[in-house]
């Protein structure tokens, strides 16, 4: 290692003399001096057409590229339940993926299981960005070739979103109007935007169709309606093609076991009612807890319409496959029947086995009686209907990967630079 640092034990004499007020170098020094600077040029020198003889060197990535017959989708979110299962199929289907995710609520475990089944070149890359960043979201679009937007980052419990509402208008509404802004600079032309059916609150009339007013009575439902109502606005003065799919319900896990549901332990008590079965029949906690029986409907319990998460990421690909510039498609995912609480209980209990005990306490601050949709229209211009509606069979699906992987995604991940 090269040093410039002058030792305690020169002489004296070795040292710059100063005569009348200026300063007289010894010419054997400034030798020495110059004679480092030139070693350190010729090695930097050297460094540097080793590096432009590598093949790699002057090859941009393939991902930074736009590529005839090649479709790059960046999947906001991608290392959450949705967002994974949804990579997981646009991967299979020769897409080439980027996924961003702060991992908030997102497992890195999900991301090494995509990266292992598709380690080849120019298909899949994670990166570690929080969309609440701009100038990390802008350097993103910067540095990538993007063709797509699927866009499913965002906090989705109900209950939480009624005890912190500023997080949810802070990670929905905000981080959605960065990530549009950011295909506005860049030049993406397709988003595919993850929405739900809480922006509809709760309607006098079933089935919830697309003309169905959004009246949303939690914040969640509220957050997710402000960043519809701004792409919509944007959308008026712009060809970009969008699809808004708003969501009901989703249960199951992947069909060949690959993929799952894994909340973090705190999040438990705000997740979905498979997560809490399973918990329950798995003794992580004690029992079941259903909020609300004295709701007008037929058991007293809420009622929902339950969509697997295979059909799901199928409809976001439908989407994607059929989005035109200029275009607004907005569509319900749903399959069009409703299913009690109490129903779903009954069937949990038969997919894993165990007589859940189940505790009926005083309903949720902002759960609504009764949600279920009406999937026409999906189906007629989508060409998109649930196939996965047998509801004990999504539960056992999702039950075997629960067995499989007692502590969710274990398997380390070693983030690199």
Same mark, same amino acid.
Request: glycine content about 8%.
């Given at each position: ?23 007289? #170098? ?14 350190? =040029? +010729? $090695?930097?020198? /050297? ?97 990538? #070739? ?14 939480? =979103? +009624? $005890?912190?509402? /500023? ?251």
């Amino acid at each position: 290692m090269l040093s410039f640092t002058r030792t305690r034990t020169q002489q004296r004499s070795n040292r710059s003399m100063s005569l009348g007020g200026m300063d007289y #170098a010894d010419p054997k020094k400034k030798n020495g001096f110059c004679g480092k600077i030139l070693m350190v =040029s +010729t $090695l930097t020198a /050297l460094c540097i057409l080793m590096l432009k003889q590598s093949p790699s060197f002057n090859t941009p990535s393939q991902f930074s590229r736009h590529e005839p017959g090649v479709t790059h989708v960046l999947v906001t979110g991608g290392a959450g339940y949705i967002g994974s299962h949804a990579a997981l199929r646009l991967l299979k289907d020769s897409y080439r993926v980027t996924i961003v995710d702060n991992l908030s609520r997102g497992n890195l475990g999900a991301i090494n299981v995509l990266q292992q089944l598709f380690p080849e070149p120019g298909r899949l890359q994670f990166i570690y960005a929080d969309l609440g960043d701009a100038k990390a979201v802008h350097r993103i679009f910067s540095a990538n #070739a993007f063709d797509a937007v699927m866009h499913f980052a965002a906090v989705a419990y109900v209950g939480e =979103s +009624t $005890l912190d509402p /500023l997080k949810y208008y802070h990670n929905i509404t905000s981080n959605t109007l960065v990530v549009l802004e950011a295909m506005a600079a860049h030049g993406v032309k397709t988003l595919i935007y993850s929405s739900t059916c809480a922006t509809y609150g709760e309607p006098e009339k079933m089935p919830i169709t697309e003309e169905t007013p959004q009246l949303p009575i939690n914040p969640y439902g509220k957050a997710k309606k402000m960043a519809e109502d701004i792409i919509l606005d944007f959308h008026k003065n712009s060809e970009m093609a969008v699809m808004i799919l708003r969501y009901f319900n989703v249960i199951g896990s992947d069909p060949e076991g690959r993929l799952g549901e894994a909340p973090r332990p705190e999040l438990r008590e705000h997740g979905r009612i498979s997560g809490a079965c399973f918990d329950a029949a798995r003794g992580i906690i004690p029992g079941l807890k259903v909020r609300g029986t004295d709701y007008k409907t037929p058991d007293g319990t809420c009622i929902r319409d339950y969509i697997d998460v295979t059909d799901l990421v199928d409809a976001h690909v439908k989407a994607l496959e059929k989005a035109k510039p200029g275009h607004v498609g907005i569509y319900n995912v749903g399959t069009g029947r409703g299913r009690s609480v109490k129903e779903f209980v009954e069937a949990c209990k038969k997919a894993t086995g165990v007589p859940i005990k189940v505790d009926f306490l005083p309903r949720r601050p902002g759960d609504y009686a009764e949600v279920f949709s009406d999937p026409t229209k999906i189906k007629n211009e989508l060409n998109w209907t649930a196939k996965h509606t047998d509801l004990l069979e999504s539960l056992r699906i999702a039950w075997r990967w629960q067995k499989a992987h007692r502590n969710g995604y274990s398997t380390p991940l070693v983030m690199s630079a």
